[in-house]
C-alpha cells in the first residue's frame, strides 16, 4: 500500500473514544505498515507520513477532527519507532497523571508501543496503569475487558510481579462495584495475586519487605470485600487479623497502615452491630493517630474524614446527640478551607437531622428554633431532596402548633410540604393528612377516624398507633372513656406489632420510649376496674427492649431448631438488618459516599422480602419470637410469689400536660392492689432530685456523716415504703421491686425505717425488668440442668483486696480462683459452662455513652455488655463485684441486663463504686450462706447485708454495704 492510499485510508477511522476503539486502529496500522525497514527508509516514511497528516490537520476546521488525525500520526509513529515511543508516551502519561488528570489515550499509545517492541514487561506495565485509571474514572466495563485480554496473554504470566499488580488492580476495581459475582471475580483475582506474589519474591524479583506490603494490600482489599460486598464477616475479622500480623512484625515500615485496618475492624464492628467494640477501636485509632500523627505523613484529610464520619454515623445509629454534635463538629473543623466540602457538610447536618427524626427521637433532638429548620428545609430545596425538604416542614408544622406563639404559621408549613410532596413523590401525601390529624386540634374526630382506617388497611402500624393513641386523647376530652380505652388498646397493639420490624435494639428504645402515652392511659382507666389488666399493661410497657431481647435470645433460637422453615426468616432479618449502617451512611453523607447497597431501592427489596418472610411465618407457626410479644401470665405469676413473697411494681404516668405521678402495684399469691403512690404535687420535687442529691452514691469521695445519709434514706422510707406497707400481708418476708423505666434507680434495700432498721433488715429486697423477664428467668432456670463449672476469677493489679477475696471465696467455693492469669478470650470461653460465676476487678458505666458500653476493665481489655450478648450463659448467679457494673441507662440496657439476657438466671452486681477493702468481708458473708447454709440467694444478700449493718463495734455506712443488689431469679441455687 503507498502512502497516500495508507492516509487515504486511515482517515476513515474515527478518534478513538475506548479502549476497545484504540485496539481497533492499531491492530489496523499494525497490519498496514511494513513490520520491518532500513532506518534510512524508516526515516523517509516517518516524515512523509508526518508532513501529508500534518498538512490534512490544517485543513480541517472541526476540532474533534484535528484531535482525530493527531491520535492516528502518533499511533504511526509509535509503530515506526516503538523502542523510542514506548517509554517516552509512558513517562508523558505519568507526568499527566501526576497532575491528577487522565492520561488514557496516552497510555494506550505507550502500550501499543511496548507492545510492537516485544516488551512484554513494559506492556504489563502499560496496562496496569490503564486499568488504574480506567477504573479511577468509573469506566469499569472497559478495565474489565483490558484486564481479562492481558490475562489471556500466555507471555504475561512469566512476570508475576506486573501480574501481580495488574490483578490487585482489577480485584479493586470489582469490589467498588456492587453484585455478588463482582465480589467473588474480586476475590479471585486477589488470591491470584497472593500467588503471583509469592512467586515473584521465590524468584528474586521483589525483596521480602516488598512481598508483604502487597501482602497487606491484599488483606485489606480481601476484608472489605468480605466485609462490604459478601456479608462473611467472620472471613473479614481473619483478614484483618493477617494484616495486622504484617503490622506488629515491622511497625516502622507498615505503622500508618495501621490507621487503615484498624478503621476497618471499628466499620465491621458497627455492621455486626457490636457498638461497644467499634467504639473501643475508635478510641484506639484516636489514641494512635494522636500519638503518630507527625510521622503518618500521607494520611490526608479524606482519611480522616471516614474515621470522623463513621463515629458520626454510630451516634446516630444509637440514637447519641451529643456523640453526633461533637464529631460533626470535629469534622466542620477538619476542612475550614475547602468551601466544597463545607457545603457537603451543610448538607450533612440536615440529613442528620431528619436520620435523627427517622427514629423518632424527637426529644433527643436539639430543640432547634423554627427558623433553623427553615434554613434546613431550604438546603434541602437547594440540594434537589424534595423528600427531606418536605419531611422537615412537617416537624416545623408539629413544632408550630405545639407553640402558641407560631400556631399560626403551622397551616403554611403543611401546604409547604404538601407542595413538595405531590410534585415529587404523591404517594407520601398520606403524611401531611397525618401531621393534620395528630397536631391540629381543630380537626374533627370523623376525618381522623377516616384516616385511622386507612392506615390499618394499609398495615402501616406506627402512623395507627400514633393516631389511635391521639384519637383516644381526644375521646377522653369528650368524656368518652369506653370508647377512648379502646382506642389506646388498638395503638399498644399496633406498636407491638410494630416492633416486630424493628427488631433493632438500639432504634426501639427512642421508638418505644416516645411512646408510652397509650399504655398509661389504659393503666389509669382499668386501676380500679380490672387490676389484672392494668397490671398487664403496666408490664407491657416495663422494660420492652430487654423482654424482646430476652424472648428472642431464648424462644427464637429454640423456634428455630423446632421449625426449619423459619430459617428463611432468620435470614432475611440479617439481611434487612444489615443495610442499617449502609442506609445511615446514605443519610448522613449522600453525597459523599456510596456504601453497599447504595441506595434505597435495594434496602426498599430487603425490607419487602423480609415482610413477605413475617407474613409467611405468621400464617404457618402459631409462635413466632418477635411477632407475638410475651404476655404476662399472671395467674402463674401468683403461683410462683407464693404467700411469703410480693412483688412491687413501680408505674410512672405523664399524661402531658399534666406532672407526672408514680403508681404502685402490689402483686401477691392473691391479690393486685393498684393505687396512687407520690401526687404530681411530691413527684419531681422528691424522685426527680433524690438520687442526683444523695451522698451515698460514693466511697471514694469524703462521705457525708451517717446520720445525714440516714435522714435521706428515711426520706425515701417515708414516700414510697410507707404507703404500701397496710397492703403487704404479715406473711410476706421476701419483695421483688420492678422499676419504671422513667424512674433513676433507688436503693429501697437501704430504706431507713422510723424504727432505726434499714428495708433490708426486715424483707430480703430484689429487682428485676419486669413481672414477665423475673418469670421467664425462674422458668428457663428450672428445665435446664445445672452446668458444673465454676468460674472464680480477677484482675487486681491496682485493686489490692481482690487477691484476699478470691482466697477466701477458694476455700468456700471448693474451686481453684484464676488471679490476674486468664485473657478476656478465656474468660469469655470459661463464662458458657459455668454454674456460678464471680468476677472480680474494676468496672465503668459512662452516663454520656450507650448503656452497652458498661464494661469490666480486664487486664485493660474492657469486657462489655456487648461480649456477654455474644456468649450463651447458662449460670444460675453471676456476680460483677466491680464499681457501677449495675448501672443502667435506656431500656434497663447494661452490663448486669446483659448477662440476664444472655442466659443467667440471676445477677449479683454493684450499683456505685465498691470498697475494695471491705468486699472480701461481704463476699464472704453471702457465700457461706449461700452454699454452706443453703440460703435463697435473696435470703444470702440479706444476711450479708445484716452482718454488717450488727458488726460490733463499728456501723458500717450504707455506702459501703448497699451497693450491692440482687437481679432477677431469687430462689435457692438448684440442687
Known amino acids: 500500500m503507498d502512502i497516500d492510499a495508507y492516509i487515504s485510508q486511515l482517515a476513515t477511522f474515527p478518534r478513538p473514544s475506548s479502549v476497545a476503539d484504540f485496539t481497533q486502529l492499531a491492530s489496523w496500522i499494525e497490519h498496514n505498515l511494513p513490520p520491518t525497514l532500513p532506518p534510512a527508509e524508516l526515516r523517509t516514511l516517518h516524515d512523509q507520513l508526518h508532513a501529508r497528516m500534518s498538512t490534512q490537520v490544517e485543513v480541517v476546521e472541526d476540532n474533534q477532527s484535528k484531535k482525530k488525525y493527531v491520535w492516528h500520526i502518533l499511533l504511526t509513529n509509535a509503530r515506526l519507532a516503538p523502542a523510542v515511543a514506548a517509554s517516552s508516551w509512558y513517562m508523558y502519561a505519568r507526568e499527566i497523571m501526576g497532575g491528577k488528570q487522565l492520561a488514557v489515550e496516552e497510555l494506550l499509545v505507550a502500550a501499543s508501543a511496548y507492545r510492537w517492541s516485544n516488551d512484554t514487561r513494559g506492556w504489563l506495565r502499560v496496562c496496569n496503569s490503564l486499568v488504574n485509571r480506567l477504573y479511577r474514572a468509573s469506566r469499569y466495563p472497559a478495565a474489565f475487558r483490558l484486564g481479562e485480554d492481558v490475562l489471556a496473554q500466555p507471555e504475561s504470566h512469566a512476570y508475576p510481579y506486573e501480574l501481580a499488580a495488574l490483578l490487585i488492580n482489577l480485584a479493586i476495581a470489582y469490589t467498588d462495584t456492587l453484585s455478588e459475582t463482582t465480589a467473588a471475580k474480586a476475590t479471585e483475582y486477589a488470591y491470584q495475586a497472593l500467588d503471583y506474589i509469592e512467586r515473584a519474591h521465590q524468584q528474586a524479583e521483589i525483596s521480602l519487605q516488598r512481598e508483604q506490603a502487597f501482602k497487606l494490600e491484599i488483606f485489606l482489599l480481601l476484608g472489605r470485600v468480605a466485609q462490604e460486598r459478601s456479608s462473611n464477616f467472620q472471613a473479614a475479622e481473619q483478614y484483618y487479623r493477617q494484616a495486622n500480623d504484617i503490622i506488629s512484625a515491622d511497625p516502622d515500615t507498615f505503622g500508618e497502615q495501621l490507621f487503615y485496618v484498624s478503621l476497618n475492624q471499628a466499620i465491621l464492628a458497627l455492621r455486626t452491630k457490636h457498638y461497644a467494640l467499634a467504639t473501643r477501636r475508635f478510641d484506639q485509632l484516636a ?61 450533612a447536618r440536615a440529613r442528620l437531622f431528619v436520620a435523627m427524626l427517622s427514629r423518632a427521637d424527637f426529644s433527643a433532638l436539639t430543640h432547634a428554633s423554627l427558623s433553623d429548620l427553615v434554613q434546613i428545609a431550604d438546603q434541602f430545596q437547594h440540594a434537589n431532596q424534595p423528600l427531606d425538604a418536605a419531611l422537615t416542614y412537617l416537624e416545623l408544622a408539629r413544632l408550630a402548633f405545639a407553640d402558641p406563639e407560631h400556631s399560626s404559621a403551622a397551616p403554611g408549613y403543611l401546604q409547604q410540604a404538601e407542595r413538595l410532596l405531590a ?16 397536631y391540629d386540634p381543630s380537626v374533627a374526630i370523623k376525618r381522623i377516624q377516616a384516616l385511622l382506617a386507612q392506615l390499618q388497611a394499609d398495615k402501616d402500624f406506627v402512623r395507627v398507633a400514633d393516631l389511635a393513641t391521639v384519637l383516644g386523647q381526644r375521646l377522653l376530652a369528650d368524656h368518652q372513656a369506653a370508647a377512648a380505652q379502646s382506642r389506646f388498646v388498638q395503638a399498644i397493639d399496633a406498636l407491638e406489632y410494630a416492633r416486630a420490624y424493628i427488631r433493632v435494639s438500639e ?7 416516645a411512646r408510652r402515652t397509650p399504655f398509661e392511659q389504659v393503666f389509669v382507666l382499668t386501676h380500679q376496674s380490672d387490676p389484672l389488666q392494668a397490671l398487664q399493661v403496666s408490664d407491657r410497657l416495663r422494660s420492652q427492649v430487654l423482654v424482646d431481647e430476652l424472648y428472642y435470645h431464648d424462644g427464637f433460637q429454640s423456634l428455630l431448631e423446632r421449625n426449619p422453615q423459619l430459617s428463611e426468616l432468620h435470614a432475611r432479618r440479617l439481611a434487612y438488618d444489615s443495610t442499617t449502617l449502609d442506609s445511615t451512611l446514605v443519610s448522613v453523607a449522600r453525597s459523599s459516599y456510596q456504601p453497599s447497597p447504595a441506595n434505597t431501592d435495594e434496602r426498599k427489596r430487603l425490607e419487602q422480602e423480609y415482610i413477605q418472610a413475617l407474613n409467611v411465618a405468621q400464617a ?11 404476655t404476662l401470665d399472671v395467674a402463674q405469676l401468683q403461683t410462683m410469689l407464693g404467700p411469703s413473697r410480693a412483688m412491687v411494681a413501680f408505674q410512672v404516668v405523664q399524661q402531658p400536660p399534666a406532672k407526672p405521678e408514680l403508681w ?36 471514694q469521695s469524703p462521705l457525708a456523716s451517717i446520720d445525714d445519709v440516714q435522714a435521706e434514706l428515711a426520706d425515701l422510707f417515708e414516700s414510697l415504703i410507707t404507703p404500701l406497707l397496710p397492703h403487704l400481708p404479715s406473711s410476706i418476708q421476701e419483695l421483688v421491686f420492678l422499676f419504671d423505666e422513667q424512674m433513676p434507680f433507688l436503693p429501697l434495700h437501704a430504706a431507713f425505717a422510723p424504727q432505726r432498721r434499714y428495708l433490708c ?20 432456670e428450672r428445665q435446664r440442668p445445672l452446668a458444673a463449672a465454676r468460674v472464680l476469677a480477677g484482675w487486681s493489679p491496682t485493686l489490692k483486696h481482690v487477691p484476699d477475696e478470691l482466697a477466701l471465696l477458694e476455700k468456700i467455693w471448693q474451686t481453684e480462683a484464676h488471679l490476674d492469669s486468664w485473657s478476656r478470650e478465656q474468660l469469655l470461653a470459661a463464662l458458657p459452662t459455668a454454674g456460678l460465676a464471680h468476677l472480680a476487678c474494676h468496672g465503668r458505666f459512662d452516663l454520656e455513652r450507650h448503656p452497652r458500653f458498661a464494661a469490666l476493665d480486664w487486664n485493660k481489655t474492657p469486657v462489655d455488655a456487648h461480649d456477654f450478648y455474644s456468649v450463651q450463659l447458662q449460670a444460675a448467679l453471676v456476680t460483677l463485684n466491680a464499681c457501677d457494673v449495675g448501672q443502667y441507662g435506656k431500656g434497663m440496657q447494661g452490663l448486669a441486663s446483659a448477662a440476664l439476657v444472655s442466659g443467667a438466671s440471676s445477677v449479683l452486681a454493684s450499683f456505685w463504686e465498691v470498697d475494695d477493702e471491705c468486699a472480701p468481708e461481704f463476699m464472704q458473708h453471702f457465700y457461706t450462706a449461700l452454699l454452706e447454709k443453703g440460703f435463697s440467694r435473696a435470703a444470702a444478700l440479706q444476711a450479708a447485708q445484716d452482718a454488717f449493718i450488727k458488726a460490733t463495734g463499728r456501723q ?20
Request: a negative charge; proline letters at 8%; glycine letters at 0%.
Open 423 to 438: 410534585a415529587n413523590v404523591p404517594q407520601r401525601l398520606v403524611d401531611v393528612e397525618l401531621y393534620t390529624c395528630l
Open 507 to 513: 432504634h426501639t428504645l427512642n421508638f418505644l420510649a
Open 761 to 780: 433488715q426486715d424483707y430480703a429486697i430484689s429487682y428485676a425488668p419486669s413481672a414477665w423477664a423475673w418469670l421467664h428467668c425462674i422458668k428457663r
Open 287 to 347: 489514641q494512635a493517630w494522636k500519638a503518630a500523627k507527625n510521622t503518618w505523613a500521607t494520611l490526608d484529610k479524606l482519611d480522616l474524614r471516614d474515621f470522623y464520619l463513621y463515629q458520626l454515623c454510630q451516634a446516630v445509629l444509637l440514637n447519641d446527640v451529643p456523640s453526633a454534635r461533637q464529631h460533626f463538629a470535629a469534622l466542620e473543623q477538619l476542612v475550614p478551607d475547602q468551601p466544597a466540602l463545607r457545603a457537603e457538610l451543610q448538607s
Open 956 to 975: 458500717p455506712h450504707p455506702a459501703i454495704w448497699a451497693p450491692f443488689f440482687l437481679l432477677g431469679v431469687t430462689d435457692p441455687l438448684p440442687q
Open 664 to 699: 404502685c402495684i402490689v402483686v401477691t399469691d392473691t391479690q393486685i392492689t393498684p393505687f396512687l403512690l407520690v401526687n404530681s404535687k411530691d413527684y419531681s420535687p422528691f424522685l426527680r432530685n433524690w438520687a442526683k442529691k444523695s451522698s451515698l452514691f460514693s466511697v
Open 620 to 630: 404457618s407457626v402459631d409462635e413466632v419470637a418477635w411477632l407475638q410479644p410475651p
